[in-house]
């Protein structure tokens, strides 16, 4: 019996020490990727309208399912994605949140800032190992003449939303167009975008006009949204420029001529909204769902691009260094399954991501572009926003 009982007790020695081995031995092959997550908190005035609220949680909801997502199969690659969020107040801040995680290893950041914060991130990361992704800042100047040679683009810009709009647009013959823009330097961003792509696509824009009044409209919208919108010429549909949606809720069904309401009202162009359903998107947004509580939108979207892009990179290199991560997406034999249907890329002189555009009316899918028959030698992706020929950006390829 006693010898039972000492060989019982070498065996089960044995096993735990087998155990430990086999842990360690895990441990060391499990390719381990941290991605940084940082958001400004920026500081807005209160909306006019009040109408809409942007969850705070956006933007890192949907990267935290993307880790959720790439873990899933990193698990069969003995690979494990980690997520570390933060949140600065400057863009002073941000700068030095990135020195120190960069001197702690870290080279992979998805940035939720502001234009301005942007450009000094990207002038940080000059000559450094370091991929940024930018996943809301949607500056056509980004893509087009300033362009940033450390960071990715999972933010459509201002052109991509014009182009998807106006492409519909001329598909429907609404061809003569009414504008009204917003008084803020947003926008007038907004504004000039879609001038640019009317001319593109051969709409005319028959009068443009400002909103500069800053009364609540919740109390006065039938009174002052039609005589705001009579003009001396009838009109197909109206254009409304409101980035941050003081005014542009309250057009649609209250202009004089009763007319359809695009851009910042009415039908959108977003990369993603919660109607969408295809191609698998049902699945994700029910996991979205029930990890957040609350439905996926745009921004969440963009963050779960970001870090999809770094997972599929990795899942194909089985490497974690920035640069082969880098070098991957920036080339053409990166491709993103995202729920659109068919694999995306990067744009390599622009870091832009190629993406349809769903056009949406609050509670419904209208159609998405690019429209059917819009033509393009390489790929009709590029009919939305700054096709190479029509930006001063570098080949990111000649960079690496």
């Not at 809409?52 to 890192?60: A, C, M, Q, V």
């Not at 009202?265 to 909204?273: D, Q, S, V, Y």
Request: aromatic share 10%; glycine share 4%.
């Amino acid at each position: 019996m006693l010898n039972s009982n000492f060989w019982l007790k070498s065996l089960c020695l044995f096993c735990f020490s087998l155990y430990l081995f086999s842990s360690l031995v895990n441990a060391k092959d499990l390719l381990v990727v941290n991605i940084n997550y940082f958001k400004e908190n920026i500081k807005k005035p209160p909306a006019l309208s009040n109408v809409l609220e942007t969850p705070k949680d956006s933007g890192f909801q949907g990267a935290a399912l993307a880790i959720a997502d790439s873990n899933s199969t990193g698990k069969f690659l003995k690979q494990s994605f980690n997520l570390q969020q933060s949140e600065v107040e400057s863009s002073e801040e941000l700068l030095e949140q990135l020195d120190k995680a960069f001197e702690g290893g870290e080279h992979l950041f998805v940035l939720d800032v502001p234009t301005s914060t942007l450009v000094q991130a990207n002038q940080w990361a000059q000559k450094k190992p370091v991929l940024i992704f930018n996943v809301n800042d949607s500056a056509d100047e980004l893509r087009s003449t300033q362009c940033l040679t450390s960071v990715l683009h999972t933010a459509p810009s201002n052109a991509m939303r014009s182009d998807a709009i106006a492409q519909w647009l001329l598909k429907k013959r609404f061809n003569q167009v009414l504008m009204v823009n917003g008084s803020k330097e947003e926008d007038r961003a907004l504004s000039e975008s879609f001038k640019r792509s009317a001319k593109r696509f051969g709409l005319e824009i028959i009068e443009e006009k400002t909103w500069t009044f800053n009364s609540d409209l919740r109390r006065s919208a039938q009174q002052e949204i039609p005589l705001f919108t009579q003009t001396l010429k009838d009109y197909d549909v109206v254009y409304v420029a409101d980035q941050s949606k003081d005014f542009a809720e309250y057009l649609p069904f209250n202009t004089y001529i009763p007319r359809p309401v695009v851009g910042s009202a009415g039908l959108e162009a977003l990369t993603w909204h919660a109607v969408i359903e295809q191609w698998g998107a049902a699945q994700v947004q029910k996991r979205f769902r029930e990890q957040a509580n609350r439905s996926m939108n745009e921004l969440d979207f963009s963050a779960y691009l970001a870090v999809r892009s770094v997972a599929q990179a990795v899942h194909k290199q089985k490497s974690n260094h920035s640069q082969d991560i880098a070098a991957f997406i920036k080339s053409d034999d990166f491709e993103l399954a995202a729920y659109k249907g068919r694999k995306l890329s990067y744009r390599p002189w622009s870091g832009q991501l190629r993406i349809p555009m769903a056009l949406v009316q609050p509670n419904g899918l209208v159609s998405l572009s690019p429209q059917a028959g819009v033509l393009h030698p390489r790929t009709e992706l590029d009919t939305l926003g700054f096709d190479i020929e029509e930006t001063q950006c570098v080949s990111q390829k000649e960079l690496l």
